[in-house]
């Protein structure tokens, strides 16, 4: 492990104490159904279901149990209905460090559900969002962030939530983190506003349906914001000041890709928040969305900051050996 990553490796661990972050996460709540599949059928076609897994999901609650297995203090503030599933809901998170006390329950609503084929090559989200698309009190946003908030990150609130959201971000000094998900990134309305983020956050798809290609091509972001493409295996790209830079993603035996997006975005957020440059909180992300990848579901493997960091000193160490190897 070379010198540098060894110093930042000790601050990681200072700065992962209880009482020195409090970081807020907005977006879906839900409850998840996984199932593996053994081909990826055509159109009209068919496959056989090898595995069934019902988890805990919704981008906000996978990302805010993800940070919280990280270190910090973190809330969650969204949407469940007033039934069974959301009562799981709300005891997950609270099992998982995460504070819940701003989950808003909606009377007669149903708590959201995701069913997630995933085949050997692709892998996508059936969503029933349920309460998830109920517009959230104003009056819980601004008490939860009256209390205190180092870092807002946001994910897929219902439009009018996240124009408040918006709005009480205008006066504050914490930064906002952006990952709007399949769901906001094509409603143009509110384009204004997740490009007023301090990070973006999006995977390949909604990185061109945000920066559609012009004349020549070319999908780069404009000079001044600051946007990551997640890109799956191949690790992603940060796009800062008119500049692009490649991040490799870390080699793992995964199994499902299911939330990757969410660990990844959290442990940005983690790093972020510690002041490390982009690029090197988006190595460190790419480490943690790589691992979590190892298990089924979208928390099967959510890992704790002590195991990212041996991780990548495992795989710098790797690299060292490799690259002194003679031809």
Known sequence: MSTEWKRITALMADFAKPGNFHA????????????????DPDDDGTARILKREHGFGGHAGNAACALARIGGQVSVLGSIGD??????????LQASGVKADSVFIHAGAKTGEVVIPVGPQRHFMM?????????????RAKQLLAEGCDLLMVFDPPPPTARVL??????????????????LVHDSSLTPLILSADILILNRSEFT?????????????????????TEGRNGCSVFCNGKTTHVPSFSVSGVDET?????????????????????????FACAAAALSTCAIG????????DEVLRFIGAC?????ASAAVPN
């Open 24 to 39: 807020v996460v907005a977006g879906g709540l839900n409850l998840d159904k996984t199932l593996i599949l053994d081909r």
């Open 83 to 92: 039934d069974a599933a959301g009562r799981q809901v709300i005891e997950n």
């Open 127 to 139: 969503m029933d969002r349920g309460a998830n698309d109920l517009e959230l009190p104003p009056a």
């Open 166 to 183: 918006a709005e009480l971000r205008k006066e504050a000094a914490w930064p906002l983190i952006w990952n709007p998900g399949g769901i």
């Open 209 to 229: 349906a945000m920066f559609p290609a012009d004349a020549n091509g070319s999908l780069l972001p404009s000079e001044g914001h600051t946007v990551i493409r």
């Open 259 to 283: 939330g990757a997006g969410d660990v990844f975005t959290a442990a940005f957020s983690f790093a972020f928040l510690m002041k490390q440059p982009v690029v090197q909180a988006a190595r």
């Open 298 to 305: 979208a928390r099967g493997n959510l890992p704790a900051l």
């Open 316 to 320: 710098e160490n790797a690299e060292r």
